[in-house]
């Protein structure tokens, strides 16, 4: 069974970083699409990046580019989502998840395998 945990969630002060993780066990993710993803409050969930596997190819939204970053540590099995230049508007609470195939998608639904999700807070 897959299984997605992430942390490292917080209140930070706007313009402030912070490192999410998102530790992934049950299968090995060679081919895979691994995607991080927000929802606030009465919003929808919304794509904030994705990276795959095995080639580490990054993609990025307009509204993050430049100041989040995805890696990946394979030795760790674990996802990296690093937020840079925070403001109030990035608040809300993050997901990672895998995506069974490798082609590239933002859509929420095409993810197989969501964590619990970890709490980012902004203050201004």
């Known amino acids: 069974q897959v299984q997605l945990v992430e942390s490292g969630g917080g209140l930070v002060q706007a313009g402030g970083s912070l490192r999410l993780s998102c530790v992934a066990s049950?299968?090995?993710?060679?081919?895979?699409?691994m995607g991080w993803f927000r929802q606030a409050p009465g919003k929808e969930r919304e794509f904030v990046g994705a990276?795959?596997?095995?080639?580490?190819?990054?993609y990025y939204p307009e509204s993050v580019k430049g100041r989040f970053t995805i890696s990946r540590d394979k030795s760790k099995n674990t996802v990296y989502l690093q937020m840079n230049s925070l403001n109030p508007e990035d608040a809300a609470v993050y997901y990672c998840?895998?995506?069974?195939?490798?082609?590239?998608?933002?859509?929420?639904?095409?993810?197989?395998?969501w964590g619990q999700g970890t709490q980012v807070t902004v203050s201004s």
């Open positions: 998840a895998v995506r069974l195939g490798v082609v590239f998608t933002t859509k929420s639904n095409d993810y197989d395998y």
């Open positions: 049950g299968r090995t993710f060679d081919k895979n699409l």
């Open positions: 990276i795959t596997w095995n080639y580490g190819n990054t």
